[in-house]
């Protein structure tokens, strides 16, 4: 029975041969950790009030 399945679906037929092509590597994001993060929002904070 899988000898049927895998010829109804092509997988026996040695005639068919699938060529994969490589998928390009993506490109990497850059990381941003805890301190860029806390460094931006020190750059943005607004003005503290005074008492």
Request: aromatic share 6%.
């Amino acid at each position: 029975m899988e000898q049927e399945i895998k010829n109804a679906i092509g997988l026996g037929n040695p005639e068919l041969l699938i060529e994969w092509e490589p998928k390009p590597e993506p490109e990497p994001k850059p990381t941003v950790t805890i301190y860029d993060f806390s460094a931006l929002l020190l750059k943005h904070e607004p003005p503290k009030k005074q008492r």
